[in-house]
């Protein structure tokens, strides 16, 4: 549970955090990965991407330190990711 004092843009303490947008009958649906290394990430990131195979997912925003300093680290991943 989280303390008043401190608001959180993710509820978990992992160092890298992605927003994973799919396809939907009606509209879009989001699905995230995370991880401490950009390994655990992309191996997060490649498991949302199977299940959803279908629904054309894409990688819509990856933030290191999504509680702190909110490093926005999308176009790295997208990179390492589509050559994984």
Avoid: C, W
């Avoid at 279908?54 to 490093?71: F, Q, S, T």
Wanted: a negative charge.
């Amino acid at each position: 549970m989280q303390s008043k004092d401190i608001l959180e843009n993710v509820p978990h303490n992992y160092r890298y955090h992605a927003e994973i947008k799919y396809e939907t009958e009606e509209g879009f649906g989001y699905t995230n990965a995370m991880g401490n290394s950009i390994d655990e990430l992309l191996e997060g990131i490649k498991e949302r991407f199977n299940y959803y195979k279908d629904r054309e997912p894409h990688i819509e925003e990856v933030l290191y330190d999504p509680n702190g300093e909110k490093a926005d680290v999308t176009y790295k991943i997208r990179n390492l990711f589509e050559g994984h």
